[in-house]
């Protein structure tokens, strides 16, 4: 705990954290309403599955870019930007459902932009965050980062599922809106950082195709992160569905992966205070493996309460991943480099969130939720015990 006291002393920090935190809170939100509004609608998984890939699928395109971006120009001036922008698009879904105008595709238009620029934040807070910190606080402040993340997805979510009772869908993105331009202010009172080491990016992504594929750490640990959020996304698109099924509607939802994400709060913060304890290498698969096989009893469809504490376990050990996995990278990561190596990895890694959205509806209708969670639970363990073995060879 001391660990993150002395890290929290730090203004600058302080301020990049809680402006990154808040705003993962009202993505949360915004998510649950965007989410239970199309389902509401449309009444299928496959809209959702259309949702979340137009969530999620567009970071293929901005990932790349936003590397690029973020070691060519100043970060933090460029994170700025990105904040309002945002806040602009996500602004006008309230603004045209007061006026009567807002239709289906508005709403997917705002997740396509979200998606688009995702990245931006993603690669930018840990390209941010070895200029603000000494490198003997690098476990505390990437456990930090999961856990305003995972803040995010608890309170974001349940404030989400609170507000869906008292007000239509499309004003909650107004709260995601006020976020952004929250972060964009605090990002503003942090000054000016460190510039890269290095300008010069004529060279585009090249160096950073280099620099990952010649490192076992960061090849092994991103393709292994990919199957994470295969898994993951399977997850994101299946729990609306098992909670229509168990008669439970948007509140149950949004508890669900609020609780799943306290979970993971609990592993980032016990991750993050163990410093060099332990071998992250050997903790990061064997942690992946438990969390697949903590999915096991959702493939039976059990009762509310058996789901959610499977869940719990789940998160509770992918929480730590992250922490342990970024550390690792920013050492192995040049200043010059962090932009695109950080847009890379967290491009390949979030691309493959669609791909576990767009498989769910298919193994819904051929075998309900149950063949969902069970394909879950492969996509965490399998490519768990196999980068184990790839990872303790280095």
Partial sequence: MRAYVRLLRNRRYRLLWTGSAISDIGDGASWIALAWTVYSLEGSAADLGILFVLYTAPVALGGPLAGIALDRFDRRRLMIADNLARAAVFATVPVLYAAGELVSWHLYATAAVYGLLKLVPLAGVPSLVPDLVPDEQLDAANAMETIG?????????????????????????????????????????????????????????????????????????????????????????????????????????????????????????????????????TAIGLCQVAAGLALAPLVSEPPLALGVAALGVCWLFLGPLTVWAQTLRMREIPAELRGRVFGTLRTAMQAAYPLGGALAPPLVERGGVSLGFLSALLALAVPGIVGLGFLRRG
């Fill in 149 to 281: 993340y995972s803040l995010g997805v608890i309170v974001g979510p349940a404030l989400g599922g609170v507000a869906l009772t008292f007000v239509d869908g499309p004003y909650v993105l107004a709260a995601d809106a006020a976020s952004y331009v929250f972060f964009a202010w605090n990002l503003l009172r942090i000054g000016a950082v460190r510039a890269p080491v290095e300008r010069s990016v004529t060279s585009g992504l090249r160096p950073a195709l280099r620099l990952i594929v010649g490192s076992r750490i960061l090849l092994v640990t991103t393709v292994m992160f990919m199957f994470v959020n295969v898994g993951e996304g399977l997850v994101a698109v299946l729990l609306p569905v098992y909670a229509d099924e168990l008669g439970r509607g948007a509140g149950a939802f949004g508890a669900m992966v609020a609780i799943g994400a306290a979970a993971g709060l609990v592993g980032a913060a016990v991750g993050g205070s163990l410093g060099g304890r332990i071998s992250h290498v």
